[in-house]
Every structure is written in structure tokens, then in C-alpha cells.
């Protein structure tokens, strides 16, 4: 198991721009490398959605919802995975959670995005 830490959720308005951070600070560079990685979201009343997925080769692959606007990416040296939101919508409105794929899940953090 990972051991991941959210940041960088908040308001926003419509149109603009957000950057979630998941850092897995207890993982060593040569497990980091190996992970698989995942976005979901999950919307009041509905069920967790996978928004974005990154290999640990760093092929990636994005909801229809969110595609051309969320890009995963990830920076090995700092053990961090990184969502950035842009042209966000009020149906992106969510908490969000970051997932070492069958090894660990981030805490959430809230994304709500006013009209």
C-alpha cells in the first residue's frame, strides 16, 4: 500500500482553471515509477466516475466528459501525480480522489465550480 496526500481543491467559476496535487510521501522513487494511476470523481447522489488514468510508462486516457480539458500528469522526483482542470463546468463539480491503482487511495478533496 501507498500512502497518498491530496491538495489543491477549492471554488472556482466556471471557465477557469484547477490543479490537484497527490502526493505519495511515503513511497520510495522505484515503487513510484511502477504505479498505475487514476482520477475518479464522485458527484452527490452518484456513483464514482474514473476520469483520468495514467500508466506507469505514462500512457494516459481521459473520460469523454473530460477529454481535452484534464490532463494527469506526473513528476517523479517530487512523488507527485497532478490533475489539471481547465474550461471547468458546474457538472465538475465533485470530490475528486486520486488512486494508486490497487495499492492506495487519496483522501478527496472538494472541486465545486459556480455558475
Known amino acids: 500500500q501507498v500512502h497518498l496526500v491530496q491538495s489543491g481543491g477549492g471554488l472556482v467559476q466556471a471557465g477557469g482553471s484547477l490543479k490537484l496535487s497527490c502526493k505519495a510521501s511515503r513511497t520510495i522513487l522505484s515503487v513510484f515509477w511502477a504505479i498505475d494511476w487514476d482520477w475518479y470523481r464522485q458527484a452527490p447522489g452518484q456513483q464514482r466516475e474514473l476520469v483520468a488514468s495514467?500508466?506507469?510508462?505514462?500512457?494516459?486516457d481521459y473520460a469523454d466528459s473530460v477529454n481535452g480539458r484534464f490532463t494527469i500528469s506526473r513528476e517523479n522526483t517530487r512523488r507527485t501525480v497532478y490533475l489539471q482542470m481547465n474550461s471547468l463546468k458546474p457538472e465538475d463539480t465533485a470530490v475528486y480522489y486520486c488512486?494508486?491503482?490497487?495499492?492506495?487511495w487519496g483522501q478527496g478533496t472538494q472541486v465545486t465550480v459556480s455558475g
Open positions: 488512486a494508486a491503482r490497487g495499492q492506495g
Open positions: 495514467m500508466t506507469s510508462d505514462g500512457a494516459t
